[in-house]
T-cell receptor, first 113, second 108 residues
Framework: GAGVSQSPSNKVTEKGKDVELRCDPI?????LYWYRQRLGQGLEFLIY????????KSGLPSDRFSAERTGESVSTLTIQRTQQEDSAVYLC???????????FGEGSWLTVV | GQQVMQIPQYQHVQEGEDFTTYCNSS?????IQWYKQRPGGHPVFLIQ?????EVKKQKRLTFQFGEAKKNSSLHITATQTTDVGTYFC????????FGAGTILRVKS
């Protein structure tokens, strides 16, 4: 597609349930990033993929968070046993290679009730 | 570490006034990028600076990279209501790390 596509765009889930967020990067982009942005806050780095490998997972907040990427394309971010503090926008971004301009998707708005 | 500090956190200006946001690092930066996020939107790339002392302009926006490559600034001349949003600087080490952002509000 023309841009980074994320789904779902909005998700309301009950505390304790698992959620899966999907990101389709721009075709040909080898680098893929996940960020979290709480309401009115900055961008919190979660994880970075180069190809299918994640050289930097340092931002994942806890072991409830995991991410994978396959085919050097689609990535999924999974949050297990969601908590209310997980409520945020989860932004995916991709770039041609690491260090280049990154292009963000519209984000997945997650609300845990 | 890899943090970049941005000031101010928030600025409210009268339309037509100028606005500046600053980005500072304790370590030398290989490059600095600037992004704008409109309310309810996602960050959009504005520019990348790489060279020491570099100055780039985009219409009313002027971006500077310090001589020591430890700081950068974004200056908007004669703000308009369309400039409203949050401006982020970001540094690339082995990953892209964002500053906390400066929220700009413009009174018309």
């Amino acid at each position: 597609g023309a841009g980074v596509s994320q789904s779902p765009s909005n998700k309301v889930t009950e505390k304790g349930k698992d959620v899966e967020l999907r990101c389709d990067p721009i075709s040909g982009h080898t680098a893929l990033y996940w960020y979290r942005q709480r309401l009115g806050q900055g961008l919190e780095f979660l994880i970075y993929f180069q190809g299918n490998s994640a050289p930097d997972k340092s931002g994942l907040p806890s072991d409830r968070f995991s991410a994978e990427r396959t085919g050097e394309s689609v990535s999924t971010l999974t949050i297990q046993r969601t908590q209310q503090e997980d409520s945020a926008v989860y932004l995916c971004a991709s770039s041609l290679t690491g260090g280049n301009t990154i292009y963000f998707g519209e984000g997945s708005w997650l609300t845990v009730v | 570490g890899q943090q970049v500090m941005q000031i101010p956190q928030y600025q409210h200006v009268q339309e037509g006034e100028d606005f500046t946001t600053y980005c500072n690092s304790s370590t030398t930066l290989s490059n600095i990028q600037w992004y704008k996020q409109r309310p309810g939107g996602h960050p959009v790339f504005l520019i990348q600076l790489v060279k020491s002392g570099e100055v780039k302009k985009q219409k009313r926006l002027t971006f500077q990279f310090g001589e020591a490559k430890k700081n950068s600034s974004l200056h908007i001349t004669a703000t308009q209501t369309t400039d409203v949003g949050t401006y982020f600087c970001a540094r690339y080490g082995n990953k892209l790390v964002f500053g906390a952002g400066t929220i700009l509000r413009v009174k018309s």
